[in-house]
């Protein structure tokens, strides 16, 4: 798959990252 832009939430602060599918890992 390619990669898949997803909303993260931590600690009531919502930030966006560039997740692989196959890592699942927000790369900011």
Known sequence: ???V???IDLGGT???G???ASDG???L
Do not use: Q, T, V, Y
């Open 1 to 3: 798959m390619s990669e």
């Open 5 to 7: 832009r997803i909303g």
């Open 14 to 16: 919502k930030i966006e």
């Open 18 to 20: 560039i997740a692989l």
């Open 25 to 27: 890992r927000p790369l």
